[in-house]
T-cell receptor
Framework: GQSLEQPSEVTAVEGAIVQINCTYQTSGFYGLSWYQQHDGGAPTFLSYNALDGLEETGRFSSFLSRSDSYGYLLLQELQMKDSASYFCAVRGDSWGKLQFGAGTQVVVTP | DTGVSQDPRHKITKRGQNVTFRCDPISEHNRLYWYRQTLGQGPEFLTYFQNEAQLEKSRLLSDRFSAERPKGSFSTLEIQRTEQGDSAMYLC??????????????????FGPGTRLTVT
């Protein structure tokens, strides 16, 4: 089977840096994605890693280590609007199927 | 590009009734996905289509659930004999799969606003 683990909640102040870790167990692996979801909203795509290393997109970066079955999402220069749930999702034993983690709620305080 | 739309946005039904939801993907997208999400959890994969072909269905999905995408455009998800445990947000997503593993389009799924189902 497949499983993903990520912390349930992280709290940080505006301007800080937050790292959300994700460890996964899958029978196969195509890549690791990250999605953001605000309360009452739809998930929106942030980033994808298929190969080891760091991908940077503005204030957000995502890292993958396939040998460690581990990835993280780095949120820099936190803003109030970054308060949301963040999900890691694995494309594991199927090209089309995404399995999501339970999500990490990020709370940004003034 | 009007995004992914879903109808209805909310549905309240009594246990035992059948319900049907509709999803209209982004027009040029060839893949369509259905997920279910409960409070405090991530989206749970249900099934996905490439054009009109249903390529995968979750092994956890009850036979009461069926999905179609008859012309490779919109899709419907039907739940028969609803149970209280079916209460959830049902999300639809679409993507453009080119089949080239290095194409970023292959990885980004666009989600609709969801249909919230309440079974009483």
């Amino acid at each position: 089977g497949q499983s993903l683990e990520q912390p349930s909640e992280v709290t940080a102040v505006e301007g800080a840096i937050v790292q959300i870790n994700c460890t996964y167990q899958t029978s196969g692996f195509y890549g690791l994605s990250w999605y953001q979801q605000h309360d009452g909203g739809a998930p929106t795509f942030l980033s994808y890693n298929a190969l080891d290393g760091l991908e940077e997109t503005g204030r957000f970066s995502s890292f993958l280590s396939r040998s460690d079955s581990y990835g993280y999402l780095l949120l820099q220069e936190l803003q109030m609007k970054d308060s949301a749930s963040y999900f890691c999702a694995v494309r594991g034993d199927s090209w089309g199927k995404l399995q999501f983690g339970a999500g990490t709620q990020v709370v940004v305080t003034p | 590009d009007t995004g992914v739309s879903q109808d209805p946005r909310h549905k309240i039904t009594k246990r035992g009734q059948n319900v049907t939801f509709r999803c209209d993907p982004i027009s040029e997208h060839n893949r369509l996905y259905w997920y279910r999400q409960t409070l405090g959890q991530g989206p749970e994969f249900l099934t996905y289509f490439q054009n009109e072909a249903q390529l995968e269905k979750s092994r956890l999905l009850s036979d009461r659930f069926s999905a179609e995408r008859p012309k490779g455009s919109f899709s419907t998800l039907e739940i028969q004999r609803t149970e209280q445990g079916d209460s959830a947000m049902y999300l639809c997503a679409s993507s453009l799969s080119t089949g080239r593993g290095s194409d970023p389009n292959d990885y980004e799924q666009y989600f609709g606003p969801g249909t919230r189902l309440t079974v009483t």
